[in-house]
């Protein structure tokens, strides 16, 4: 943690700060059943063979911040202050994984291998449903290579299994607005403050639609890849997984979703009384 705070004598009051955490661990233990915890750990060697990956409380990087500025007047008993508000951080972890079960332990938990080239992954064509018609391996292959070229993880981890937790959502931003009216309040001896205050969290929104986005995958994963079952190679009976891309879950072609409230810009009034 790098905090610094200065405090101007003309009524400007700054601080900004940042923190960097790492962490890692086996099974972050999310659940509050211990079934839950050891069943859906996503994984590549099975649940009795965890790999020690990043943590799904994995801080990373956040820079905090604010710039205020109180003027009193009458004889100081009355004040105004004016504070701006910021947060940015590092968005969650996140795991890529098959939806679907492919190594028959009861659960989607099983972390997806990133293709390098289309004669890594046995693509099946995906039939016509209603209006839409089918999709050919090739259209498949075309746009799941395009979203892992998109994806700064994937695309630097070609031809490997994906860890749990690599990859990241985007950096988050947000702004908040305060709007504080101080009133002196002489009691016998004593003085008293009454405060008012008017809040706008998230006041970027307010002036932009495509600011102040709080964005979150379900479970802190996603479900790249369908896993359509196995199927013979051979006269030998050997078995081949086979899959389909369908972009299904996606919004607007990323793998998380926006969260409707903490999008939204919001306004809030107080009224607190403090006591000498």
Sequence with gaps: LFPYTTLFR???????SYTYGKSTDLNSGTSSV?????????????????RLTRSNFDLGSRFSGFISYKKDYLKGLLSTQVSLFYNGQSGQP???????????????NDLIYIPA??????????????????????????????????????????????ERNA??????????FRLLQEFKIKV??????????FDILNVGNMFNKKWGHSIFASNQQFTLINYKGQTPTNTNAS??????YDASGQTNGNPYLLSDFSSRWRGQIGLRYIFN
């Design 167 to 176: 990859a990241r959502s985007p950096f988050q931003n947000q702004f908040d």
């Design 10 to 16: 003309s009524g400007f009051n700054a601080q900004v």
């Design 239 to 244: 078995v081949t997984p086979t899959f389909t």
């Design 94 to 108: 996140l795991s890529y994984i098959y939806n679907g079960d492919m190594n028959g332990d009861g659960s989607s």
């Design 34 to 50: 211990a079934y839950s915890n050891w069943r859906y750990v996503n994984n590549v060697y099975g649940l009795n063979d965890l």
């Design 117 to 162: 080239q289309q004669s890594d992954i046995n693509l099946i064509t995906i039939p016509a449903t209603g209006s839409k018609p089918a999709v050919t391996p090739d259209e498949q292959w075309a746009a799941l290579d395009a979203f892992i070229s998109g994806d700064k993880y994937l695309k630097s981890h070609r031809g490997q299994y994906a």
């Design 188 to 197: 016998g001896n004593e003085t008293n403050k009454l405060q008012l205050s």
